[in-house]
């Protein structure tokens, strides 16, 4: 188990924090994790867990990450992630068609996002500015704030894929157990579709509160929430 309150984890061109084993846990209250960089498909340049993982963040910085893959701070393979304070901004992930997600990147497990700031990140060349999400479970509720996420299709890593871009704040891959019962989702912008929110593969959304409002789509599609049935 690593608890972190305090210091700074920083400037580092590898994963800052990598999660190598099974039941482990991660405890964020406090602290900077910064500027660090990996160029891994993977991704995660903060926080990598490949492998099922508790991930809580109560508090501090994680901020001016980069990966050359999925997830600018968080890369996450069924992991349960919950983000209950702390803010998360300015992270990018230079992707392609096959992934995104600026902030966090989870695939399978279940991301809760109770509180904290999540803002200024982006899925370059993929979707989801601030959250893409695979075949797992998310909730968004109580005091959560996404705003000012992006994503775009410049600056992308095409790869096997193509350089494409929705979601401005929330990409939904098959995900089929997704609550929206509050929050903020506001001032998120895509460059092609899904200002607030891009939904494919079958993803299911329930909404019982919050609020889904004022993001933007430069190219077409919904502002709020785009619905694809491939």
Not at 25 to 52: L, R
Not at 160 to 172: E, I, M, R, Y
Not at 192 to 209: E, F, H, I, N, P
């Amino acid at each position: 188990k690593l608890i972190i309150k305090g210091g700074k984890i920083c400037n580092s061109s590898k994963i800052a924090i990598y999660c190598d084993s099974s039941n482990s846990t991660v405890q964020i209250d406090g602290g900077y994790i910064c500027s660090n960089s990996v160029h891994e498909i993977g991704g995660g340049a903060a926080i990598s867990a490949k492998k099922p993982t508790t991930i809580h963040i109560n508090g501090g910085y994680i901020y001016n990450n980069t990966s050359q893959g999925n997830g600018g701070a968080i890369y996450s393979e069924r992991a349960n992630v919950t983000v209950s304070g702390g803010y998360i901004f300015s992270n990018s992930a230079k992707t392609n068609s096959e992934g995104g997600g600026g902030a966090i990147y989870a695939q399978d497990g279940s991301v809760a996002l109770n509180g904290g700031y999540l803002f200024d990140n982006s899925a370059k060349g993929g979707y989801g500015g601030a959250v893409y999400m695979k075949d797992g479970a998310l909730t968004v509720s109580d005091s959560a704030v996404l705003a000012g996420n992006r994503s775009v299709k410049e600056d992308g890593i095409a790869g096997t894929g193509t350089l494409d871009a929705g979601g401005g704040a929330v990409a939904l891959f098959g995900s089929k157990d997704v609550t929206i019962c509050g929050g903020y989702i506001a001032g998120n912008e895509s460059e092609k579709t899904g200002g607030g929110l891009y939904c494919r593969d079958s993803s299911a959304v329930t909404m019982a509160g919050g609020y889904v409002t004022n993001n933007k789509a430069q190219n077409f599609g919904c502002e709020g929430a785009h619905i694809n049935t491939d």
